[in-house]
């Protein structure tokens, strides 16, 4: 399967929402879920760091781990907006950031589906974050959409940076990425 087309299949599929012509709450809910993601750093890290570890695994890890990453999110989203406790949540946006930052760091190499489970426990917690803080009035379809969409930018983002982390100096520059954002996920959980 050609990784280009499933890349703009997923963007494609988030976008029905987004595009809505009519305006109100569909437009308000798809502009708040897309710029949902972009607000944190929390939400940023991961999302991008999903993307270069995914490229990094190579075969159809490539699109099968932010696939699962989307799709578990948006399920993490839906339990958020309905309001279904889950506990510790901003303590496990914290270890998921320290964790996709050390695979990143160390290139860990693990089967697609082992890959596609460590990302979906992840996406659990930022989609219940991102549902959570649905807001009052939007419609809850365009703000998934949105978020989901945003996601899958900050994955192509990931790519794009493993994409340049060819010979040792990139290597070490993607290397060092990758410890900043596990230094970053620990900051978040000592603060």
């Not at 989203?77 to 996709?100: C, D, K, Q, R, S």
């Not at 974050?129 to 009052?136: D, K, R, S, V």
Request: aromatic letters at 8%; a positive charge.
């Amino acid at each position: 399967m050609n990784f280009r087309r499933v890349a703009a299949t997923l963007v494609v599929m988030a976008l029905p929402d987004i595009a809505h012509a009519h305006a109100g709450l569909h437009t308000d809910g798809a502009v708040a879920g897309f710029s949902h993601p972009f607000s944190g750093l929390d939400h940023i890290l991961a999302m991008v760091a999903v993307g270069f570890w995914a490229l990094t695994l190579g075969g159809k890890a490539r699109w099968i781990v932010p696939l699962a990453f989307v799709t578990v999110m948006a399920v993490g989203g839906g339990l958020g907006i309905y309001g279904l406790a889950f506990p510790m949540v901003e303590t496990g946006i914290a270890l998921t950031v320290a964790l996709l930052g050390l695979l990143v760091v160390f290139e860990v190499k693990v089967s697609t589906s082992v890959a596609a489970t460590v990302v979906g426990t992840c996406a659990l917690f930022h989609g219940h974050a991102h549902g959570t803080e649905l807001p009052a009035m939007a419609h809850a379809g365009g703000y998934v959409a949105g978020f989901m969409a945003a996601t899958v930018i900050l994955h192509l983002t990931g790519f794009g940076l493993a994409l340049l982390r060819f010979g040792n100096a990139q290597r070490v520059a993607a290397r060092t990425a990758g410890v900043a954002i596990a230094l970053a996920g620990a900051v978040q959980l000592a603060g």
